[in-house]
């Protein structure tokens, strides 16, 4: 079994404390942390991670006893440097004291060459040794569905920004392949994370990754298995109303979903989660997401 955590919040700094309170571990201890936002583009949540969401999770990290931080992340289509500017990431670090890396001006020596077995990738594709060699991996996600053939955007689909974009097709690659959400999955098939908290507040229903329409989901969800939480991810969409593709057939059927499952990077099926709530208000949303599985 492993555990998801659900809170129903509209409250990021509440649901980011609330996240890892219910799960209650801390991997982070005397370990220096790799954070992994969704900074896709400069656009406004859910496009990309919520600043206060950031922060608070720094924050966290910091109390829990992490010996450092280092946000490792590049964006895409948009220009990473520009887009971090733009943000203020670089005025937080100063703020708050965390490294900042550019992945898209690393030079090639900073990434290692991955081949999973069975693999949809030509060649393989480079991956970010940072996270390679991390001793502990915190990601943070968004809730939205993805216009461009992945059809969700959720914690499998971050992993993307730790393949190379600049002076490789990597990203053409993906984009133009019939097995696009099968390779997404083979991207988490490489590296190992502690913890995944999923900003759910707003949701793209249809669009994304950058623009869609927006509703009011009211919701974080966090855990340490990717599967159960894009799993989590894809019943709370269908359950605001989305796309044919993120709504037709069963949850695990989905082939992002369906391909990590055969890699074996988390659960294979909805039987292995067990939920962790807050309030009446979170158990039920956990009811409506049940239903979704039926």
């Known amino acids: 079994m492993t555990k998801v955590a659900?809170?129903?919040?509209?409250?990021?700094?509440?649901?980011?404390?609330?996240?890892?309170?219910?799960?209650?571990?801390?991997?982070v201890k005397g370990k220096k942390v790799v954070l992994k936002p969704n900074f896709n583009t400069a656009d406004p949540p859910p496009a990309s991670t919520h600043?206060?969401?950031?922060?608070?999770?720094?924050?966290?990290i910091q109390e829990m006893g992490a010996k450092s931080i280092t946000v490792a992340?590049?964006?895409?289509?948009?220009?990473?440097?520009?887009?971090?500017?733009?943000?203020?990431?670089?005025?937080?670090?100063?703020?708050?004291?965390?490294?900042?890396?550019?992945?898209?001006?690393?030079?090639?020596?900073?990434?290692v060459l991955k081949k999973p077995e069975g693999s949809h990738w030509k060649d393989g594709f480079l991956f970010a040794k940072i996270y390679d060699e991390?001793?502990?991996?915190?990601?943070?996600?968004?809730?939205?569905?993805?216009?461009?053939?992945?059809?969700?955007?959720?914690?499998?689909?971050?992993?993307?920004?730790?393949?190379?974009?600049?002076?490789?097709?990597?990203?053409?690659?993906?984009?133009?392949?019939?097995?696009?959400r099968k390779m997404i999955a083979e991207i988490n098939?490489?590296?190992?994370?502690?913890i995944v908290i999923m900003d759910g507040v707003l949701a793209f229903v249809d669009g994304g990754?950058?623009?869609?329409?927006?509703?009011?989901?009211?919701?974080?969800?966090?855990g340490t298995d990717k599967i159960a939480i894009d799993a989590v991810g894809v019943a709370l969409l269908r359950i605001l109303g989305t796309t044919p593709e993120v709504s037709e057939g069963p949850i695990f059927e989905?082939?992002?979903i369906a391909r990590a499952v055969d890699l074996g990077i988390g659960v294979s099926s909805f039987d292995e989660v067990e939920f962790?709530?807050?309030?009446?208000?979170?158990s039920n949303i956990v009811d409506q997401i049940n239903a979704e599985f039926q």
């Not at 098939?189 to 502690?194: I, L, S, T």
């Open 189 to 194: 098939a490489v590296y190992k994370w502690d």
């Open 134 to 180: 991390a001793e502990c991996v915190i990601e943070t996600c968004c809730l939205k569905t993805h216009m461009y053939g992945g059809h969700f955007t959720l914690s499998m689909k971050n992993a993307t920004g730790l393949v190379p974009r600049e002076g490789y097709k990597y990203m053409n690659e993906l984009h133009s392949s019939p097995h696009q």
């Open 51 to 60: 600043m206060d969401t950031f922060r608070q999770i720094v924050v966290k």
């Open 254 to 256: 989905q082939e992002q």
């Open 209 to 222: 990754p950058m623009e869609g329409t927006r509703q009011e989901a009211n919701v974080f969800v966090a």
């Open 276 to 282: 962790v709530i807050d309030s009446s208000e979170s």
């Open 73 to 111: 992340e590049r964006c895409g289509p948009a220009d990473t440097e520009e887009t971090f500017n733009t943000i203020g990431l670089y005025k937080l670090a100063d703020e708050l004291g965390f490294e900042v890396v550019n992945l898209s001006a690393v030079p090639e020596e900073e990434y």
């Open 6 to 27: 659900v809170i129903s919040t509209k409250d990021r700094v509440y649901g980011v404390n609330k996240s890892f309170e219910l799960l209650g571990i801390n991997p």
